[in-house]
């Protein structure tokens, strides 16, 4: 008998790990409940041991996700190794996953790259590749670089909202939602 497949996992990488990266974790961690992904998060320069920056406490609570429990941590090579897809908030952060763990660089894209990417992928394919969402995910890299030719560039980044307003907050959630949903949705259809 041969035992599981361990989950497929999903790192999010952002600068302190107390506003984007934890979007993207707890988020696609609450839309992909109950299936073989993990999804976790760190920082480059993490405020360690911190919790989600309180103003983004109410946009995750609103997206149905849940902050309490969380603990900021800093990006390890160790980390970037376990992971199926490394999804960082800015092409700097890509950058230092890709400079911290060489090997990562055909697994990292940052969160708008490969919503945008996923959008371009035949459904069916994505589909195909596998009959869970973990399995989808580990073939997801491969299929998203696959049409890179068809989506073309386009913004990259997401601004980090710290110390700004509510409304800056809102922005950088708002900038984040639609691809993290693109994403889950991909995985689970």
Do not use: K, W
């Not at 696609?28 to 103003?55: E, I, K, M, N, Y």
């Not at 995750?60 to 490394?86: K, M, P, S």
């Not at 909202?161 to 639609?178: F, H, K, V």
């Amino acid at each position: 008998m041969t035992s599981p497949e361990p989950p497929a996992r999903i790192l999010a990488v952002c600068t302190g790990n107390i506003c984007r990266s934890p979007v993207v974790e707890r988020v696609l961690a609450a839309r992909l409940a109950g299936t073989d992904v993990q999804v976790t998060s760190a920082g480059t320069r993490a405020v360690v041991g911190h919790a989600v920056s309180a103003p983004m406490v109410p946009l995750l609570t609103d997206a149905g996700a849940d902050a309490a429990g969380f603990a900021a941590r800093q990006l390890t090579t160790d980390l970037i190794r376990e992971a199926d897809l490394v999804i960082a908030l800015t092409r700097a952060h890509r950058s230092q996953v890709v400079e911290l763990a060489p090997g990562a660089v055909r697994r990292t894209f940052t969160l708008l790259e490969i919503a945008r990417l996923v959008a371009h992928v035949d459904p069916q394919a994505v589909h195909d590749s596998g009959p869970t969402p973990g399995a989808r995910l580990r073939a997801l890299p491969g299929l998203a670089a696959a049409v890179r030719h068809v989506a073309g560039s386009g913004e990259d980044d997401v601004a980090d909202p710290i110390g700004g307003s509510e409304a800056i907050y809102r922005a950088s959630y708002d900038a984040m939602a639609p691809a993290l949903r693109t994403l889950a949705q991909a995985l689970r259809d």
